[in-house]
């Protein structure tokens, strides 16, 4: 900076002492708050962290800068305390006095040698390095203010990330050890299972994680949008919680082997009902089949499979996983036959269903044939030559064997368009028709 200039009118006493008050009010603010970031837990763990990437770059800017801080409040305190000593010397200050307390206090009467510290700030703070700067003390609070913001704002940042995200690795750090050991119990392990090699990758992700934290804090801050505050901002958990999340769904799937294992038994007592009751039905179908072949003529009648032997294989690999103890082996398996034997069951009822729709038609006649005769004898026509000999015909074709389903309903309209006839003709009155 060049020379000052004239600081301005000479201040009279009152208002000397009110600035004198107003500075040293800012210097005892100033004062506590430089101790305060001197103590700060933050600023300790900072100089004791093997630091890397831009916390590392960030915190050299920032050590530079609190020993620029300090610098200028040694200067502030300087100028503060040589006014005060002029205006100490007497009751009521002569005019001489005065001119040098306006200088003092209002004039570029402060300089600092940066060089002469600890070291030149660097230039992203205070520009190319000089011999000397000139400060008026007013000029001197807003540098330090602003300087003390930037290195508190590092500090809080830094100290709110390791305060937050290590403990909470930790802590998912001892899940994923319990979780591990659970694997490990029902035999999930890397190489042999899916889950055992995502244990083991969330085992390395968060260790790498843990230690990017801990050596560089900064690159897990999000600054809070807007935000001029120091420490405006809040740790960044986005990488542990994707390893969080895939913990979760890991420990999920060990739930579920945990769970076959504890009922593993009842499950494949089930699968052996369902099965023997698709075989049953297997069979009930292949007997309906003769039996329809023998009694219907001129009918399509299904051919039935027999049972599978696919899956009673696998029925007998899945009650060997169990006696070995390979739940993780076994978890799918009984998934997926319990499906399969659901389905086969399915399949049987149906064939059984399809062989026997013919003998359903058959019964379904002669029950409209019987219907019939009960309502024609309740109306008092049930020795009609005429309705006799076509109940007659159609009943013989549906009691025998085999049996024409095409002839046999024909026969039964045909009955029903007779009786139909006979009901609705008229009748005299001597009841006769």
């Not at 230690?211 to 897990?220: M, N």
Request: aromatic content about 4%; proline content about 6%; glycine content about 6%.
């Amino acid at each position: 900076m060049g020379e000052a200039g004239p600081p301005g009118p000479v201040l009279d006493r009152d208002e000397a002492d009110r600035a004198l008050a107003r500075l040293g009010a800012e210097h005892e603010a100033i004062e506590t708050s430089l101790f305060a970031l001197q103590d700060h837990a933050g600023r300790r763990l900072l100089e004791g962290a093997r630091l890397t990437g831009a916390t590392r770059e960030r915190w050299a800017a920032a050590e530079q800068a609190i020993t620029l801080l300090w610098s200028y409040f040694d200067a502030y305190t300087a100028a503060l305390r040589t006014a005060r000593e002029i205006r100490s010397r007497r009751k009521w200050p002569s005019r001489e006095d005065l001119t040098q307390l306006t200088e003092l206090l209002r004039g570029e009467s402060v300089t600092v040698s940066p060089a002469a510290g600890a070291g030149a700030p660097p230039p992203a703070l205070t520009g190319p390095a000089k011999l000397s700067e000139h400060f008026t003390l007013a000029a001197l609070v807003e540098r330090m203010n602003d300087l003390y913001a930037s290195s508190l704002d590092m500090v809080v940042a830094a100290d709110a990330v390791w305060s937050a995200l290590p403990a909470r690795i930790d802590m998912l750090a001892a899940e994923l050890a319990r979780t591990r050991r659970l694997a490990h119990s029902v035999g999930v392990r890397p190489g042999e299972h899916p889950s055992g090699d995502d244990l083991e990758r969330i085992t390395g992700a968060l260790t790498r994680l843990r230690e990017q934290v801990v050596s560089d804090p900064l690159t897990y801050w999000q600054k809070a949008q807007g935000s001029s505050a120091p420490g405006g901002g809040r740790p960044d958990t986005t990488a542990y919680d994707r390893q969080a999340r895939a913990l979760e769904e890991v420990r999920r799937e060990i739930e579920a082997v945990l769970t076959v294992r504890q009922d593993a038994e009842a499950r494949l007592g089930r699968l052996r009902d369902v099965l023997s009751r698709a075989d049953r039905t297997l069979a009930e179908a292949r007997s309906a089949r003769g039996e329809v072949l023998a009694k219907i003529a001129a009918s399509e009648v299904p051919a039935v499979s027999g049972p599978p032997i696919a899956l009673q294989e696998q029925l007998a690999t899945a009650a060997d996983y169990r006696r070995h103890g390979q739940w993780h082996r076994l978890s799918p398996l009984l998934e997926s036959l319990e499906t399969k034997a659901e389905d086969e069951l399915l399949r049987a009822r149906e064939s059984l269903t399809a062989v026997t729709a013919p003998l359903a038609v058959r019964a379904e006649l002669r029950g409209r044939l019987d219907a019939y005769k009960a309502k024609v004898a309740r109306l008092g026509f049930a020795e009609d030559p005429f309705l006799v000999e076509r109940y007659d015909a159609a009943r013989r074709m549906l009691w025998s064997a085999p049996c024409d389903l095409r002839v046999a309903e024909q026969a039964v309209l045909r009955y029903q368009r007779a009786a139909a006839d006979v009901l609705s003709a008229p009748t005299d009155p001597r009841g006769e028709s």
